[in-house]
């Protein structure tokens, strides 16, 4: 998640982002002989671009107004982007004036509604990163944001208000992913919100928490929910990935990843204390190299039935060598949860990879969807299609869908660390980053001094010296990514 792809240099979850064009060379490029997906289309499914010309557009969020379930507002990164619809997905429109102005870079975005229907998107903002992977050594200032938009995310408010600053002096930690929730429910908590993240420092990592109970206008001072600091890298071994989920009667479900583990932490007093943090869930490493990829993580989601309180955590890992989803359920408020089961059904030990899950549970119907990329219809293992999966019988077995069917590659771009779902209604929306294809010419054409984009000039300068300006001239021409949203109706 990270701005500005092309002048610095983004964390795997909220910092820069780094492109090798070397490395993207001897990438496999998609093959247009590729068999179509065996799978069913998703019912009604529909599918919108939110941004016509490719740009630095990744790691998308998504989120539907309960008051009001004709208003949805989608966000993405680079910088903080936000467009939203009126008619249930049906059009969409972009919002101006979402990003901070005193800030150079701004991304790692969520979104939510809160219980008056006020649509919010979280951010981190900063000028410039630390270290490569070790994101709390000399970074500069930073903070996570909020910002608030009263009309369905049409109009966003001219001042963001601060979750965490810090400013510019030594030893600053660096504040990163963080996730944003509401509590929608008729608890005593009712119109609460909730922020989660992780604080990088030059020792460790640390999973921190905020609340507001005022819209979002101010937040409580950051407590630390983790059982034990992470390490300090953002590569294996950190406490990240921060996702929560709000029960009806107010409980906080928090959970992330930390060492090969899914920790859960619950709040019974609207965020002010948390009970002790406990491993819930072993997982193979949640960091993983996927073929083409700058990087990949399988970073945990909790959601809730609010009709029976059943919890639902999805994550992804290489338990069975190729990376597979997994769902697992509690039924007594995250005590004890099932075995894992496999929510991609293609066979097992395939080689296909499908990863980059995210989960919504319907508090309508109840059902359970999960969003992935999935590259089971690829022989080769490198080109993805979007499914989505859906379990109407608590998750113990998941349909297949088809949201997209044209394979596409994702190498040689900034490809993100996630994507967004949300239901209701038994109307699922998601939304994703694609890399268009060019023709076959256009991908192997060289890109000469005059056609390079200003912002390709400010990280790849041209070579002083005639044999290095010539090397330079042959790489093939930077290129960039869409956000889509898609849409499916599951109404009978």
Known sequence: ?????????????????????????????????QSPTTLPKAPGAEVFSLTPEPGSFTEPSIA?????????VAVFQDNAHASYSRDAGQTWKSAEGVAPENYKISGDVSTTFDKQGHAFICYIAFDKLGTFNYWGHGATRNGILVHRSLDGGATWEKNDFPVAEQPTQPGVPFEDKPYIVADTTNSRYAGNLYVGWTRWSVTDSKMLFSRSTDDGKTWSSPIEIDRTPGLPRDDNGAAEGFDAAVGPDGRIYAIWSQDDFIFLATSRDGGKTFSRARPVIHTAPIMFAVETLERANGFPQIAIDPRSQRLYITWSDYRNGDLDIFCSTSNDHGKKWSAPVRVNNDPVHNGADQFFQWLAVDPVDGSANVVFYDRRDDPTNTTQTVTLARSTD??????????????????????????????????????????????????????????????????DKMAEKPEEKKAEQAKPKRRGTVVKVGIADFKP
């Open 1 to 33: 998640m990270r701005n500005s792809f092309h002048r610095f240099s983004w964390p795997p979850c909220g910092r820069k982002l780094i492109l090798t064009f070397a490395a993207a060379l001897s990438l496999p490029v998609f093959l247009q002989s």
């Open 394 to 459: 608590s998750g113990n077995s998941f349909q297949n869908y088809a949201w997209t069917t044209d394979p596409f590659n994702a190498s040689g771009v900034f490809f993100g660390d996630y994507i967004g779902i949300a239901a209701y209604g038994s109307r699922v929306y998601a939304d994703w980053t694609e890399k268009p294809a060019l023709p076959a010419e256009q991908e192997s054409k060289p890109v000469s001094k005059a056609e390079a984009k200003p912002e390709d000039k400010a990280v």
């Open 64 to 72: 539907v107004n309960p008051n009001n379930p004709q208003q949805v």
